[in-house]
């Protein structure tokens, strides 16, 4: 009989140069020993997203996987599962379309934005539907001394309207009392534009597409001007890993280093994932 444990028998297979891993040999559904989370712990903070195949977990089992890495965050506004509320559904087709075809972190308009997602496909469409992942770490370590000096220091607001706008989610009665309790409960939130990580002591860039609205300290011209310049750069291809997804896949993203980018061309064909969201610390 083999004395090897969950934690030896794990696989790491790196996707790409910069970002992106395939673990092996590991059922999430299972308990898992504390070194088996340390060994997939280890595996984020090096490869900032890791890729799970042919998982097969309840909701329940879901969130209880992802509490083994911090409590989880209730999303405001997203509809979630009965009975593990953690759960958010991402049900996305004609009648919802997409509203993550950008490029952003989840959730960076509260004070400590997540540490960590974990999306699980549940329906996909026949074709397309990929995720893109960008390593802020890489992006930030491209840019010239002399800017990342300039960006160092400042700070930057974020804001849940910018992708949840009134008009789209406070539809009807019900919909728009919650709308106006999410923005009630959830002011502008400020953070620095480059960001360290509390772990591996790495800066990137903190500043995304879905929530960024301007940085402070710069007239508006300036602040645009910067953040177009931002935005265009984490999207280059060299900091970038494609993922395309298998029916039972699981991603699992280090989101104070990563963004990442929903494509939206598969409609009218339908898309459903379950994402639980680990709450992090307030970035510095």
């Known amino acids: 009989m083999s004395n090897r444990t969950i934690a030896d028998r794990i696989t790491v297979t790196p996707l790409s140069p910069t970002i992106g891993a395939l673990i092996g040999n590991v059922d999430l559904a299972a308990e898992l020993d504390e070194r088996a989370i ?33 409590k989880l965050h209730i999303h405001p506004l997203y509809p979630n599962v009965q009975g593990a509320e953690e759960i958010i559904i991402l049900d996305t087709h004609n009648d919802n379309p997409p509203d993550n075809d950008n490029w952003h972190t989840d959730v ?23 995720t893109t992942w960008s ?32 008009e789209r989610y406070g539809t009807t009665p019900e919909d728009e009392k919650r709308w106006l309790k999410t923005r009630e409960t959830h002011k502008p939130m400020t953070h620095p534009v480059v960001r360290t990580h509390p772990v591996t002591g790495k800066k990137g860039l903190f500043v995304n597409e879905g929530f960024t609205t301007r940085i402070k300290d710069l007239s508006k011209t300036e602040s645009d001007a910067v953040l177009r ?24 993203s280090d989101n104070r280093c990563t963004q990442h980018y929903a494509l939206a061309d598969y409609l009218p064909h339908r898309r459903i994932m379950h994402r639980a969201t680990i709450i992090g610390d307030r970035p510095v």
């Open 38 to 70: 340390e060994r997939l712990t280890h595996a984020l903070l090096t490869h900032q997203v890791i890729f799970f195949e042919d998982q097969h977990l309840t909701s329940q089992q879901q969130r209880d996987f992802a509490k083994r890495f911090g």
């Open 108 to 130: 960076t308009f509260i004070e400590t934005p997540p540490m960590g997602a974990i999306l699980y496909a549940r329906e996909l469409p026949p074709v397309g539907g990929d």
């Open 135 to 166: 390593s802020m770490t890489a992006a930030y370590e491209s840019l010239s001394p002399a800017f990342r000096a300039f960006l160092d220091g400042l700070y930057a607001e974020h804001d849940f309207e910018k992708s949840f706008p009134r």
């Open 229 to 252: 310049l931002l935005f265009a750069h984490i999207a280059k291809p060299e900091f970038t890993i494609r993922w395309h997804w298998k029916q039972n896949a699981i991603a699992f």
